[in-house]
């Protein structure tokens, strides 16, 4: 069983998650925190495998919560719950290494599918959040010169389109269907890919696609 620490100042949102969870399986909600301090003491306290946390709390947000916890306890995978107009905060946290990042509106499937991948160590973005990040990031100043550009020629052919349409923010089932190519298929290349490039989630890579100019065919 996968243990979660579910976290959100709102007791129906939580009502909603826990429910959705409960039918999975082999997930079980084990703590509840209604503000980032309480989620942060709970998530040691109950060795939860994968914690969720609203972005927006009360006194200790859910980012100082996600600091916390990796401090404490750095084997607790860490999945933040966000509204499509926090993305400031999502940049914020994948600096900070959080392992998942989620729009409270995710369907359940999806919902259960994060946590799943999320426990096993994969990386997991909401395919909109990976586009407004992309856009974010190359209207930004900061400088463009990577080294991991480089790494880019030790790709595989099917690897450089699977990075090309991840640099369109494409989620698998997306890249599955453009490509003619099941999604498990889509998962093996994607996991390939950000390991030789080094990059460490969708969001990474999608920004070097970009730098690289691979939307354009630009080789």
Do not use: W
Not at 146 to 151: A, H, M, S, T, V
Not at 195 to 212: E, F, H, P, W
């Amino acid at each position: 069983m996968i243990r979660v620490l579910l976290a959100d100042d709102q007791e129906l949102v939580r009502a909603g998650i826990r429910l959705v969870l409960k039918h999975a399986g082999d997930i079980d909600v084990v703590a509840e925190a209604s503000d980032g301090h309480e989620a942060s003491v709970l998530a040691a306290r109950h060795e939860v495998d994968v914690a969720m946390l609203d972005i927006q709390m009360p006194g200790i947000d859910g980012l100082r919560a996600a600091e916390r916890i990796a401090e404490r306890t750095p084997s607790i995978r860490v999945v933040m719950l966000t509204t499509f107009g926090e993305h400031v905060y999502v940049e914020r946290a994948l600096k900070a290494g959080v392992t998942g990042f989620l729009l409270k509106d995710s369907t359940p499937q999806e919902l259960i599918q994060a946590v799943r991948r999320v426990a096993s160590g994969a990386p997991v973005v909401s395919p909109q959040i990976t586009r407004h990040l992309i856009d974010r990031y190359l209207d930004s100043d900061e400088e463009p010169a990577d080294p991991r550009l480089g790494r880019i020629a030790d790709l595989t052919s099917r690897e450089r389109e699977v990075l090309a349409m991840v640099g369109t923010g494409a989620s698998n089932a997306e890249i599955g269907k453009r490509l003619h190519l099941g999604e498990g298929t889509v998962k093996a290349y994607v996991s390939r890919m950000l390991t030789k490039l080094r990059c460490a989630n969708r969001v990474q890579a999608a920004i070097l696609a970009r730098r690289a100019r691979l939307l354009q065919g630009e080789r």
